[in-house]
């Protein structure tokens, strides 16, 4: 009975389990005291954080670049399509069965290099029976000279008319150039490389004759390319030959290719275009023949006064620049001259060279706006 009244009233339980009231009322407090100092602690904390959540959103985050005197690249743009330089296609001269086949599709090859074989066997005969003629006719010729008093190997000493007669009646002359012309058809068995370059484009089967083939390959020098590009007739009369250009395919973005303008065309074709043609060396290796490009040609204009373009801004339909003084954002006119893919010039002298100016993050600044400059 004493049990459970000591369960159902608290204090009496307390004392129950030996605690004293005055006890039980000191430990209370401090469990209280305890959580009001833990919440005062966190609090400051998190109103930190989100005031200076604020204070970086309130912020003008901008990213600056300097105002610069010199070279300006006046750019004309165009597109084009890489054609190798030296290009040759190969095809079989006799028409013979192809013995073997040396070389594959994307194969570099060397000057002189062997590509293909036909069966010589009736050219190497035409070529000893050549052979014996001479020799033949070389023995009529020694009698001959003989029967005028000379020897063969003093035909030094024989005067230049009797040689030639005698050079014409003891056949020796048709006997060379019968000689010479089967060598030059032997040689024709044998298709060699004229210069080093690339293999595309082979179409040729061992044991096939080669006259069913149109052409064995097409070899490609692919160091240098040559770009026909067209420009617009008002720009033709500013570009002039060997000036520098960049070649940018479009496969490979990120590699910009350094050229030159090697000829324009002096003609304006039915759609009121110049042609002109840029030369480009593939220092990459990623250029391949037949591949679109763009080029940009880049005339020098020296003594400008260059801005990166995304510095200008529009502000009342006028073109304006902040410049960066002390953390603050200054707003001014600017009248512009050229432009490129990147650049501008500034015609007037509404800035400097040497002065900073806010190139990102100038969309919603506004004249002395107070601005950080991102490191």
Known sequence: MN?????????????????????????TQVVILIMVFTGCKNKPDSQNNYSRMNQFED???????????????????????????????????????IRTVEVKNGQRVENGQLLSLLDATNQQYDYDRACRMVHKNQLALENLLIGMGYQLKDTLSVPENLLKVALTRSGYNDAMSEKRMAAIKLGKASVTAPFAGIIAGVEAKPFNRSGQYKQFCTLIDDSFFEIDFPVLENEASQLRENMPLVVISYAFEKDTIQGWLSAVNPAVNETGM???TATVQNKTGNLTDGMNVKVIVRDAVPEQVIIPKSAVTLRQEKKVVF??????????????????????????????????????GNFNLSHLSPVVKMK
């Open 3 to 27: 049990q459970q009244i000591c369960i159902q009233n608290p204090v009496i339980k307390a004392s129950c389990f030996g605690l004293s009231l005055r006890k039980m009322i000191v430990l």
């Open 59 to 97: 912020q003008n985050i901008v990213i600056t670049g300097f105002v610069q005197k010199g070279t300006f690249y006046r750019e004309f743009e165009s597109n084009g399509k890489l054609e190798a330089v030296r290009r040759a296609v190969l095809q079989y001269e006799l028409d013979e069965e």
């Open 274 to 276: 110049v042609l002109a």
């Open 323 to 360: 410049v960066c003084i002390n953390d603050t954002a200054h707003w001014r006119y600017v009248t512009i001259g050229e432009e490129n893919s990147s650049y501008c010039t500034v015609t007037g002298d509404e800035i400097k060279p040497g002065e900073e100016v806010v190139v990102d």
